[in-house]
C-alpha cells in the first residue's frame, strides 16, 4: 500500500454521529497532517501532529498518532451535513534533503441529514 | 486575503496544443507545488520549488515543465498534452516547504485532453 493509505474508502452516516477514519503509513515521520477536500475543490488544512505527540484536538476533531503502528486515526464528533467531503492524511518524507508530502487515496465521508 | 489562484478553472484542448496553467500565491510563500489527482490514485507530485529559481520533479514530472521566476509564481506547463494528462490539478504553497508548515491549495484547474 502506499505511504498515507487512508480506510475506509468510504464512510456513510447519519447527522449527529462520530465519523472516525484511519490513514497507515509505512516509513518513519516527522509530521502527519489531515486536510478536507469538499467536491472537487482545492484541499484544505484541518490539523498537524508532530511525531512526539499522540493526540491533538481542534473544535470537534479529534487526531491520534500511534507511531509503534504507524497509522493515525481522525475523528469528527458530531457530525454536521457540512462535513461531507473527502478526507486525506499526509505525511512527510525527507528526499536528498528536501521535504515531500505524500498524500493517500483519501476517505468520502457523507453525513446524511 | 490570503489565497493560491490558479487559471483557469476549466479547460479543455487537444492533444499537441501547448497549454500553460497559472499559479499564483499572495503569503509570500517559499515552497510550490503542483499535483494531479487522479481517481483512485490521490495526490500526486508534478514538480515543486523550493524558492525562485529552484525546481525540482516529483513523482510524476514526465510531460510537464515549471518555471519559478519570481516568489508569487509557478506555472505548470504542458508542451505536447496527451490524453492520459487528462486530470484535475492543484497547486499549493506552503510557508518553507518544512514538513510543519500547512500546505494551501488552489481550488484546482479540471483539464481534459481529447
Known amino acids: 500500500s502506499q505511504q498515507g493509505e487512508e480506510d475506509p474508502q468510504a464512510l456513510s452516516i447519519q447527522e449527529g454521529e462520530n465519523a472516525t477514519m484511519n490513514c497507515s503509513y509505512k516509513?518513519?515521520?516527522?509530521?502527519l497532517q489531515w486536510y478536507r477536500q469538499n467536491s472537487g475543490r482545492g484541499l484544505v488544512h484541518l490539523i498537524l501532529?508532530?511525531?512526539?505527540?499522540r493526540e491533538k484536538h481542534s473544535g470537534r476533531l479529534r487526531v491520534t498518532l500511534d507511531t509503534s503502528k504507524k497509522s493515525s486515526s481522525l475523528l469528527i464528533t458530531a457530525s454536521r451535513a457540512a462535513d461531507t467531503a473527502s478526507y486525506f492524511c499526509?505525511?512527510?518524507?525527507?528526499?536528498?534533503?528536501?521535504?515531500?508530502?505524500?498524500f493517500g487515496t483519501g476517505t468520502r465521508l457523507k453525513v446524511l441529514a | 486575503e490570503a489565497q493560491v489562484t490558479q487559471n483557469p478553472r476549466y479547460l479543455i484542448t487537444v492533444t499537441g496544443k501547448k497549454l500553460t496553467v497559472t499559479c499564483s500565491q499572495n503569503?509570500?510563500?517559499?515552497?510550490m507545488s503542483w499535483y494531479r489527482q487522479d481517481p483512485g490514485l490521490g495526490l500526486r507530485q508534478i514538480y515543486y520549488?523550493?524558492?525562485?529559481?529552484?525546481?525540482d520533479k516529483g513523482d510524476v514530472p514526465e510531460g510537464y515543465k515549471v518555471s519559478r521566476k519570481e516568489k508569487r509564481n509557478f506555472p505548470l506547463i504542458l508542451e505536447s498534452p496527451s490524453p492520459n494528462q487528462t486530470s484535475l490539478y492543484f497547486c499549493?504553497?506552503?510557508?518553507?516547504?518544512?514538513?510543519?508548515?500547512?500546505?494551501?491549495f488552489g481550488n484546482g484547474t479540471r483539464l481534459t485532453v481529447t
Open positions: 516509513t518513519s515521520i516527522n509530521n
Open positions: 520549488s523550493m524558492n525562485v529559481e529552484v525546481t
Open positions: 503569503m509570500n510563500h517559499e515552497y
Open positions: 499549493a504553497s506552503s510557508f518553507q516547504g518544512q514538513p510543519n508548515s500547512p500546505l494551501h
Open positions: 499526509a505525511t512527510d518524507a525527507v528526499t536528498s534533503g528536501t521535504y515531500k508530502y505524500i
Open positions: 501532529i508532530r511525531s512526539n505527540e
